[in-house]
């Protein structure tokens, strides 16, 4: 059963940039769509960025020219860059792939704390 495991959170001041990374140990095929999600307390679980097979890219609007996704096919990893950050970006972020099979894996989340 392959596994999703996210790294690069942690406490950043306002305006200050995190890298998050999402790395694939075990065997996925047909990847589709490579997902980051947030929750935050008390708060539905919301898309922030995808990006396709194709590397077509789509944000959600409060995250655009601001948070950046990527992968790295070779090295089984995604990330999201995230620049600019604000209070309002504090939540448990979590990657997500999802497969032709419809298939979907999810990590177990990185905390993003902005806050001064």
């Known amino acids: 059963q392959a596994q999703l495991v996210e790294s690069g959170g942690g406490l950043v001041q306002p305006g200050g940039s995190l890298r998050l990374s999402c790395a694939a140990f075990?065997?996925?095929?047909?990847?589709?769509?490579m997902n980051w999600y947030r929750q935050a307390p008390g708060k539905q679980r919301e898309l922030v960025a995808g990006?396709?097979?194709?590397?077509?890219?789509n944000y959600a609007d409060s995250v655009k020219g601001r948070f950046t996704i990527s992968r790295d096919d070779a090295k089984n990893t995604m990330y999201l860059q995230m620049n600019s950050l604000k209070p309002e970006d504090t939540a448990a972020y979590y990657c997500?792939?999802?497969?032709?099979?419809?298939?979907?894996?999810w990590g177990q989340g990185t905390q993003v704390t902005v806050s001064s």
């Open positions: 997500n792939i999802i497969t032709s099979y419809d298939d979907t894996y």
């Open positions: 990006i396709s097979s194709g590397g077509t890219t």
């Open positions: 075990g065997s996925i095929l047909s990847i589709k769509l």
